[in-house]
């Protein structure tokens, strides 16, 4: 696919939603998650459309089951992308 999503899926009732989707060639490449407020927070950048580059953030939250924030942010203005525990 051209796309990249973000899905959650509740352990309570089963049900999948999408938390991020920001188009055709604009993909994910980090995903936080505030275990206090329970909020997942994903950049995704990339070639909209094949054409114009671009990055957004999103902010999902988890206790509410919607999408709080989809905005377009410069690269420059993102923090470091994570590091996990294996040190990727």
């Not at 999408?18 to 407020?37: E, M």
Request: net charge positive.
């Amino acid at each position: 696919m051209v796309g990249g999503a973000v899905a959650v899926r509740f352990l309570d009732d089963g049900k999948t939603v999408v938390a991020a989707d920001a188009g055709d060639y604009v993909y994910p490449y980090d995903v936080r998650f505030d275990q206090k407020f329970d909020l997942l927070y994903v950049v995704a950048s990339g070639l909209a459309g094949g054409l114009f580059w671009r990055t957004y953030l999103f902010e999902y939250d988890l206790r509410a089951r919607r999408q709080l924030v989809r905005r377009r942010v410069s690269d420059r203005d993102m923090p470091p992308v994570c590091v996990d525990s294996r040190g990727r």
